[in-house]
């Protein structure tokens, strides 16, 4: 029996061979999945925002925009602990790159925790140019009182680009104590020559609106670390603090008791509002993230989201909640789902959910909200968390927001785009149907009729914000279309472009 057993034993064995096969396979199995694992974003103006890269054997290279979308930018934004996706980008937006283009249609679905896990062809396959670079903007949420998240007081991790702005020790992420990211390390601004301009930059810079006032004598309290900055200058024009006029970094003649500071008005990055309903307090719910779209019902049995909604919106308190698209199906993409608001958020896109355009919804489950209208009458109803606040039922424009102007109807007329803080037309040079159906999409109409020329609604105003567009029809927004750089063209406004639409 002894000897059975030994038998068996040995039978069971590996040759030393297949051993060292295994190894050798374990080991090429373990660097496949683990060379390719740091991701950057770049050329944004902040950590969160940027030319997507990977890191591959010591050396960066980009990604090209073949398939990809928002689930593959929701990743990004997780690997980075950057909050929630508010773009994908195409088209090389933040810039060509340089290098080797190391990943190709990117397939993700939503739940890897890394852009590596996700489905795409064999590193470094591509049929692409740089002129194809992917990027994101990711948005950090207000995580205070949001459902699902943690309070973070943590620094922006060391990965972040020279130049890159905090506001610290405000009340909120658009008032502080101005800190500025340079060779690795944080460090303050001195308040010599800084005032009004210098503060707009600011605030633009870190997507905050326009500056309310700018402060000096550390009216944050002290900084620590180096003073990096110094005679600061801006026109008020700049779109970052780096390109206004200094001493230069680390020259300076200052102590932390003059580190300088701004308070900046903020921003709604996401309207919303009620359509289909009697009245704009009442309606199936959309909300805009450069496309508008709808919210799906799952989890909206809290009357806490409808606080939030009608608190966005200027209205009164919310009376009902009405799902299985109550107010008719809508269109285009449904961009939120699983909503689960604490009722303290600011706007609707701080409440916790799947992420933006992650759902397993149709449009017959399309939420919609009953508020209270609000009027003077109202006195306390429904707006004991308002007492500081004034109705807003016009919302922030964004950047890349479109709209049509002097038109017979809401979907017809001259194309203007909301780009820089300031809206500006579109030229007609390369001006096609692909292009017009973009636009009706995007503002929320049907099918696209008519591409129209040579100003056909007017001469527009402003900058000509963007030419040559070669839209597919298939984007979701212009912003997502083949075009030349913003601001470069050789139109005047005799060439503003316009569309007509079929009403929705």
């Known amino acids: 029996m002894r000897g059975q057993r030994v038998a068996q034993s040995e039978c069971k064995c590996w040759h030393p061979a297949m051993w060292l096969l295994v190894s050798l396979l374990g080991s090429l199995f373990l660097v496949a999945v683990s060379v390719v694992q740091l991701v950057r974003l770049v050329d944004g103006g902040s950590r969160c925002q940027g030319r997507v890269e990977v890191q591959y054997n010591g050396s960066w290279g980009t990604v090209c925009d073949d398939d990809w979308d928002m689930v593959d930018a929701s990743v990004v934004c997780r690997q980075l602990e950057c909050g929630l996706a508010v773009a994908s980008h195409n088209s090389s937006k933040f810039g060509k790159g340089t290098g080797q283009i190391l990943f190709d249609n990117v397939g993700c679905e939503g739940d890897e925790a890394e852009l590596s896990q996700c489905k795409r062809t064999g590193l470094g396959i591509h049929n692409c140019h740089h002129n194809e670079d992917v990027g994101v903007t990711c948005k ?15 620094p922006p991790q060391d990965n972040s680009g020279d130049g890159t702005l905090r506001l610290v020790n405000g009340q909120d992420n658009c008032e502080g104590r101005v800190e500025i990211f340079y060779s690795g390390v944080w460090g303050t601004v001195c308040d010599d020559d800084w005032d009004i301009n210098d503060a707009n930059v600011v605030c633009r810079q870190i997507g905050c609106g326009t500056a309310v ?23 008020g024009q700049e779109e970052e603090l780096t390109q206004c006029v200094s001493l230069g970094w680390f020259v300076h003649n200052c102590g932390h008791h003059e580190d300088a500071g701004v308070t900046c008005t903020g921003r709604t990055l996401f309207p919303i509002r009620l359509v289909n309903g009697n ?12 496309i508008w779209g709808t919210v799906c019902d799952d989890d909206w049995d809290d009357m806490n989201n409808a606080v939030v909604v009608c608190r966005q919106l200027g209205c009164g308190a919310p009376t009902e909640i009405k799902t299985n698209a109550f107010f008719g199906h809508g269109s285009g993409p449904i961009l939120l ?12 896109a701080e409440c916790f959910n799947l992420g933006w355009g992650q759902h397993n919804c149709g449009h017959h489950e399309d939420v919609g909200v009953i508020c209270q209208p609000f009027d003077d009458q109202s006195s306390n109803q429904g707006r004991s968390l308002l007492l500081t606040e004034e109705p807003a039922t016009t919302p922030q424009p964004i950047e890349g927001m479109i709209r049509l102007v002097d038109g017979q109807h809401q979907c017809e007329g001259r194309v203007e785009m909301y780009l820089n803080s300031s809206w500006g037309t579109v030229c007609d040079d390369a001006w096609d149907l692909p292009d017009a159906q973009v636009v009706c999409r995007q503002v929320g109409c049907g099918e696209a009729m008519a591409a129209w020329e040579n100003s056909y609604f007017g001469h527009g105003t402003g900058t000509i914000q963007i030419d040559n567009l070669k839209c597919s029809g298939d984007e979701a927004s212009l912003w997502n279309c083949s075009h030349i750089p913003y601001n470069v063209h050789n139109c005047d406004h005799s060439e503003d472009a316009g569309v007509t639409c079929s009403p929705s």
């Open 213 to 235: 006032s700018q402060h000096t004598n550390s009216y944050f309290g002290y900084g620590t670390g180096h003073i990096l900055l110094d005679n600061i200058n801006c026109v």
């Open 140 to 154: 950090e949420p207000n995580l205070e009182g949001s459902r699902g998240f943690e309070p973070s007081t943590a």
């Open 279 to 290: 009245n704009s307090c009442q309606g199936r719910l959309e909300i805009f993230n450069y």
């Open 337 to 348: 789902d699983n909503m689960a608001c604490s009722g303290s958020e600011r706007e609707l």
